[in-house]
Each structure stands twice: as structure tokens, then as C-alpha cells.
């Protein structure tokens, strides 16, 4: 049980990770600043970067926490953050998003009307190329069904998230062995264990474009994912339905690999996803008629 929530009494920490990322880091802490209710503390994790962040941003910003560590990767900082941070609350943020200014008070005020809630996020404003964009539909995320169809695409947005400290406890942090993906696996772990509330309304800006984002750097991105859903598979906490629900994923996203390592010549790799898809079809059931004709 979480203790009951009021606007006035949340203690809030803010955690970015950063990478090379001054000039993008800047406009979100001003973000952050801006908000209507006040986080408690902000900590910037400097994830080794060799531009200058902390020496060309500290003086502009100095109630800022300014953490840095050998680079490791955006899981290992966003890590150091969560460990550092005093609040009970800990509200996520990458250093190239951005919040609307009332993004926290919104969140704070939907949590306060759910006193077992201990994780909320909103919906989203994409910026591509200082133009804004519509979203794919199939990105919706809205509570229905969200962990079946996040299997398929990671739908949560880190930078929208607030989540109460005791979920990491029981759930872990971000998996650091994961190159990307690290967010599809950390939701996937969270909606297997609690709920998530959602502000209906773009409380958080999303600027994408720029050559530096990990999803465009990494191909077959679904290797990572399959590690995900692997572990998913081994929690005590999934369901017979949610099993199948993995399982079928994992066929899916096999194959896709699997073709796409033949067509690459890469036959062992190949294989090896095929002899993967096997073993999954082998725990799938066959459906059950439905009566029509």
C-alpha cells in the first residue's frame, strides 16, 4: 500500500541520463524547471560524455545534482540516477525529451485519486525535424490490452513516466546487459507485475530525427526484444494467457529474424532463430473451434 498522495506532500526526483547531449539537455531541464509542481531534486548522470556537459551547463543550472560516471551506456546511468535519488517518486526523463509544463502536476493529481497506483504515464507530442507528427495508431497507449500489444511494440515512453521507488525493488532496475531495447524489457517486467495509469493528453514532447538515437544504430533490434520476453516467460507472475500471448510473439519475431539472417548469408545466426521458433511453437496450444462455420 502507498501512502496516500497529495500534491503537497510528493517527493519527487528527477533522473536524466546523458550522453553527448549538451545542447539537447538544456531545453529539458528548463522543461523540468518549468513545471507547475516542483520536483524535489533533479540528477543529471553524465554518462561519460567528452563535450563539455557539466562544465558548460552546472553554472546555468545549479540545483541541479551533476552525477558522472565512465560511460557504460544509458541503462548503467539511468541506474546510477535511480539509486542516487532521495524521492519517493521517481520521474524519468531522456535528455533529448522535453515536458509540457504541467505534466507532473497531472500526473501527481490522476495518482492522487488512485491510492494503490504506483506508476503513471501520458500521451505523447512527437517533434521531427521541428515539425510535429502524428504517431502511428498502432503506438496507442491507452490502457487497453497494453501488455499484449506491448509485446509487439514497446508503447510506454520512459520520458512519460513517474513511478513509485518501491517498484524497482520488487521488479529491478534497467537490465544493463541490453545494448537497446532496455525500455521495451523494463515495461514488459512492470505491466506483468502492477497497472499503469494514463494522462490522455501530450505532457511529453518527443524530438526524434537525430543520428545518435540507439534505434537507429542497432539493426535486429528483435534480438534484444526476444531476450525480453524470454525472461518475461521465466516470471512467476505470468498467466496461461499472457504465456501464450509471449510465445506467439516470440514465433513472430523469430521468423523475422531468421529470414533476415539468411537473406544476410549469416547461416548459423539464422539457424539458430529457427531452432528457437521451434522450441516456442512446441509450447503453443492449438485454438479452440469456435462453433463457426
Not at 538544456?26 to 557539466?54: F, M, P
Not at 525493488?169 to 545494448?179: A, H, M, N, R
Not at 535486429?220 to 496461461?240: C, F, H, P, W
Not at 539468411?262 to 473451434?289: C, T
Request: hydrophobic content about 35%; glycine content about 4%; some cysteine.
Amino acid at each position: 500500500m502507498v501512502a496516500p498522495l497529495r500534491s503537497d506532500n510528493a517527493v519527487i526526483s528527477v533522473v536524466i541520463p546523458s550522453y553527448n547531449r549538451k545542447n539537447f539537455l538544456r531545453k529539458a531541464l528548463e522543461s523540468v524547471l518549468d513545471q507547475t509542481l516542483q520536483a524535489h531534486e533533479i540528477l543529471v548522470v553524465d554518462d561519460g560524455s567528452n563535450d563539455h556537459t557539466i562544465t558548460d551547463l552546472s553554472s546555468d543550472f545549479p540545483t541541479v545534482t551533476w552525477l558522472r560516471q565512465e560511460n557504460a551506456g544509458v541503462s548503467a546511468a539511468r541506474n546510477h540516477g535511480i539509486r542516487k535519488a532521495s524521492g519517493e517518486w521517481i520521474a524519468l526523463l531522456d535528455s533529448d525529451d522535453q515536458w509540457h509544463k504541467e505534466k507532473l502536476e497531472a500526473q501527481l493529481r490522476l495518482l492522487s485519486t488512485e491510492p494503490n497506483s504506483r506508476a503513471c504515464h501520458t500521451e505523447e507530442k512527437w517533434i521531427r525535424n521541428q515539425n510535429q507528427v502524428n504517431p502511428p495508431n498502432y503506438l496507442d497507449k491507452s490502457p487497453r490490452q497494453l501488455f499484449k500489444r506491448s509485446l509487439r511494440h514497446c508503447l510506454i515512453c520512459s520520458s512519460s513516466c513517474i513511478l513509485h521507488r518501491s517498484l524497482f525493488d520488487e521488479i529491478g532496475l534497467f537490465d544493463e546487459s541490453l545494448p537497446v531495447c532496455e525500455d521495451y524489457d523494463f515495461w514488459l517486467r512492470l505491466l506483468l507485475h502492477t497497472s499503469i495509469k494514463w494522462v490522455d493528453q501530450p505532457l511529453t514532447l518527443k524530438f526524434g530525427g537525430h543520428a545518435d538515437q540507439l534505434s537507429t544504430t542497432h539493426w535486429g533490434m528483435d534480438r534484444y526484444r526476444i531476450q525480453a520476453m524470454e525472461k518475461v516467460l521465466a516470471s512467476e507472475k505470468i498467466s496461461e494467457e499472457q504465456t501464450q500471448w509471449v510465445l506467439e510473439t516470440l514465433v513472430q519475431k523469430c521468423q523475422v529474424l531468421e529470414q533476415g539472417f539468411a537473406k544476410r548469408n549469416k547461416l548459423n545466426e539464422a539457424r539458430l532463430y529457427s531452432n528457437k521458433r521451434r522450441e516456442f511453437e512446441k509450447g503453443l496450444k492449438p485454438l479452440q473451434p469456435t462453433g463457426l462455420p
